[in-house]
């Protein structure tokens, strides 16, 4: 079936630097892509939507320069994570939905990605 | 409030129990609905569309109440592997929304 793949599922890095996630759809085409942040203990917070080709929507206070997401084809979109410091520590998950034929409105969730910032 | 909002839980309960969970939202344009389950430290995984006419999986009952805008999940014969935080997803077109996730543990 329809799989999104997320990668690195782990990463750990210095204050200040800069952090790459990408966000793969495997099986199919994903104009659309969403990305969340999830404290421990806390629930999934959307933080942006992801459309291939344009620019991503940010949801309300999430910083657009901080978070940088780039959708530059239909499989593929990735999150930078700018200048981290150490309360960017969190959760990463990336979703995709599969509107083709007989998928119906399936949400696929990446694996996630863990990000210590010290 | 909330576009999407859950029981806060946590619900504690012993093998064998039955639990529900409900979910309100607020747009009533809202088109599919869904219940997922993330164990700890993991992604959300889909446990179950949830349809108009209500539907169930095994153990699991889905129901879905369009006059009051809210969906449901019914857990039967609770097993510790139940433990999770259960989400309920609404989404209209390309938006989707969250609820805040109750959480569930089944002890023995």
């Known amino acids: 079936g329809a799989v999104v793949s997320q990668h690195p599922s782990r990463v750990i890095c210095k204050s200040g630097t800069s952090v790459k996630i990408e966000c793969r759809s495997l099986?199919?085409?994903?104009?659309?892509m969403f990305w969340y942040r999830q404290f421990p203990k806390q629930s999934l917070m959307l933080m942006a939507t992801?459309?291939?080709?344009?620019?991503?929507?940010?949801e309300q206070g999430v910083e657009k320069d901080k978070f940088l997401i780039n959708h530059a084809s239909l499989t593929l979109s990735t999150l930078t994570v700018t200048s981290a410091h150490p309360e960017d520590s969190s959760f990463y998950i990336c979703?995709?939905?599969?509107?083709?034929?007989?998928?119906?409105?399936?949400?696929?969730f990446g694996e996630g990605s863990w990000l210590t910032v010290v | 409030r909330k576009e999407v909002e859950q029981d806060p839980g946590p619900f504690n309960v012993p093998e064998g129990a039955t639990v529900a969970f409900n979910c309100t939202y607020s747009n009533s344009a809202s088109q599919s609905f869904f219940w997922y389950r993330q164990d700890c430290r993991k992604e959300p995984k889909l446990l179950m569309s949830?349809?108009?006419s209500g539907n169930e999986d095994g153990r699991f009952t889905a129901q879905l109440n369009r006059a009051s805008q809210y969906i449901s999940l019914l857990i039967r014969d609770s097993k510790l592997s139940d433990s999770a935080t259960y989400l309920c997803v609404v989404t209209m077109g390309l938006d989707m929304r969250f609820g805040a996730g109750t959480r569930l543990t089944v002890k023995p």
């Open positions: 099986d199919f085409q994903a104009t659309t």
């Open positions: 979703s995709a939905r599969d509107l083709g034929s007989g998928a119906g409105n399936t949400i696929y």
């Open positions: 992801s459309n291939e080709g344009s620019k991503a929507t940010y």
């Open positions: 949830v349809y108009s």
